[in-house]
């Protein structure tokens, strides 16, 4: 079965509210076996609903409709739905007493606009809901459906779970979908595809779904059976095809962090970890903080934004600061080591480099980040040049490094680039 959203509301237009209805359902949904095949947004106008409509009911079976159905006057879902499907609006009594026990058990008045939430289309099914005031709505045209949703989330997943999936489960014989994701670090989605050429033929050639799902310094691979989870075993083996291909860049599945993984790594090996960051400004440190349990390997770091505390605190040579610089392969050295030997850990992480957007030059530019591993006698440093945006340089800094300690930890020695 195939399916289109649409999601009502000038507010995820213009960027007020972020659509995490559209997220959900197409979570949900794809679950049961439905294809999601369009999303889209549109204001709450008339023409806009009806252009929506016809589009989707083009190519889908299920259309499944979120938002404008509050009380107000700019919330004409309803009454383009009956135009629309050739009925009336008329006083459906169980959903009128029903918003009655609702404003009386919050002791407020109910509004005559309130009463006219009460007020839907004659030729439909009604779907309760039991969050809020207003009601879902189930058509059919031509053995095709067409699902109309309060846009308040919880109001939404609510009708879904309670009235829409046992109607579903009812109508139609859905198998489910099976998903299995791996999670990459390190590596670009071109440069990825490009090395996993010959196994994305062979997993197409299975008549498995492939995708690639890129965000700042993580792809993610996901496959997907449409035969359910009987191929779990299969798409087991392909991903450890790759696992054994390339460790360096893979550590994980599911949407599991690497900070997750990390934390696991250390604890197993019974290995105390510490930080001193520069560019990151804390955030590695946050990271692996952030992990309930996390006080079991984690010691402390030291945060030296300045060279002064880049030499007090983690011992770094003046002299090397000077002749190099602090963005360089020495100096996150020394951090590191100096961190290792200062905090007492088995492992330490250092960062120095320049986040942007300014304070680079042409031989280190913006976006130039070196990071420093100590761990056992080796000290090893790796340049990275990420881009012009703060924000994200900071954030694939510490991904990376998470993922140079994880490597160091189980002997993996990366591509050199």
């Given amino acids: 079965m195939k399916a289109d959203l649409i999601s009502i509301g000038d507010e995820l237009l213009i960027g007020q509210t972020v659509n995490t209805n559209a997220s959900w359902l197409g979570k949900e949904l794809s679950s049961r076996g439905i294809r999601i095949v369009r999303v889209i947004s549109i204001s709450d106008d008339k023409d806009e609903i009806i252009s929506a409509l016809n589009e989707s009911l083009s190519r889908s079976q299920l259309v499944i409709i979120t938002g404008g159905l509050g009380p107000t006057k700019d919330d004409i879902t309803k009454y383009t739905l009956a135009d629309y499907f050739s009925t009336r609006l008329v006083l459906h009594k169980p959903t009128l007493k029903k918003i009655e026990a609702f404003f009386e058990k919050r002791n407020r008045p109910m509004l005559d606009v309130n009463r006219r939430q009460a007020e839907l289309p004659e030729d439909c099914e009604i779907l309760n809901n039991n969050y809020g005031t207003a009601a879902g709505m189930w058509f059919e045209l031509n053995e095709k459906i067409v699902i109309s949703l309060p846009g308040v989330p919880y109001e939404m997943k609510g009708i879904m779970t309670e009235e829409v999936f046992p109607r579903l489960g009812e109508r139609f014989e859905l198998r489910s979908l099976y998903h299995r994701t791996l999670m990459t670090q390190g590596i670009g989605e071109s440069f990825l595809a490009e090395k996993i050429r010959d196994w994305e033929d062979k997993v197409r050639n299975t008549g498995l779904?492939?995708?690639?799902?890129?965000?700042?310094?993580?792809?993610?691979?996901?496959?997907?059976?449409?035969?359910?989870?009987?191929?779990?075993?299969?798409?087991?083996?392909?991903?450890?095809?790759?696992?054994?291909?390339?460790?360096?860049?893979?550590?994980?599945?599911?949407?599991?962090?690497?900070?997750?993984?990390?934390?696991?790594?250390?604890?197993?090996?019974?290995?105390?970890?510490?930080?001193?960051?520069?560019?990151?400004?804390?955030?590695?440190?946050?990271?692996?903080?952030?992990?309930?349990?996390?006080?079991?390997?984690?010691?402390?770091?030291?945060?030296?934004?300045?060279?002064?505390?880049?030499?007090?605190?983690?011992?770094?040579?003046?002299?090397?600061?000077?002749?190099?610089?602090?963005?360089?392969?020495?100096?996150?050295?020394?951090?590191?080591?100096?961190?290792?030997?200062?905090?007492?850990?088995?492992?330490?992480?250092?960062?120095?480099?320049?986040?942007?957007?300014?304070?680079?030059?042409?031989?280190?530019?913006?976006?130039?980040?070196?990071?420093?591993?100590?761990?056992?006698?080796?000290?090893?440093?790796?340049?990275?040049?990420?881009?012009?945006?703060?924000?994200?340089?900071?954030?694939?800094?510490?991904?990376?490094?998470?993922?140079m300690a994880r490597c160091e930890i189980l002997g993996i020695i990366p591509e050199k680039k």
């Avoid at 449409?226 to 450890?240: A, H, Q, V």
């Avoid at 990390?262 to 992990?291: D, F, P, Q, W, Y």
């Avoid at 190099?324 to 330490?348: N, T, Y």
């Fill in 209 to 403: 779904g492939l995708a690639y799902l890129p965000s700042p310094g993580m792809v993610k691979l996901r496959l997907t059976s449409y035969e359910g989870s009987e191929r779990e075993g299969e798409i087991t083996g392909l991903f450890k095809e790759l696992e054994t291909a390339f460790p360096q860049f893979i550590y994980g599945y599911d949407e599991v962090s690497l900070t997750v993984v990390l934390g696991e790594i250390l604890r197993k090996n019974r290995l105390t970890v510490g930080t001193v960051e520069s560019c990151t400004g804390g955030m590695i440190a946050g990271s692996l903080t952030s992990i309930p349990g996390s006080s079991d390997y984690f010691q402390g770091s030291f945060l030296t934004y300045s060279n002064e505390l880049k030499e007090n605190l983690a011992g770094v040579l003046s002299e090397t600061i000077q002749e190099e610089g602090a963005v360089s392969h020495q100096v996150v050295e020394q951090m590191a080591r100096g961190g290792k030997e200062r905090l007492g850990v088995d492992l330490c992480i250092s960062t120095s480099g320049i986040a942007g957007p300014t304070g680079g030059t042409e031989e280190k530019p913006v976006g130039t980040v070196w990071i420093g591993i100590a761990y056992g006698e080796r000290v090893v440093s790796r340049k990275f040049l990420f881009g012009d945006d703060r924000e994200r340089n900071i954030q694939m800094t510490v991904l990376s490094a998470l993922n």
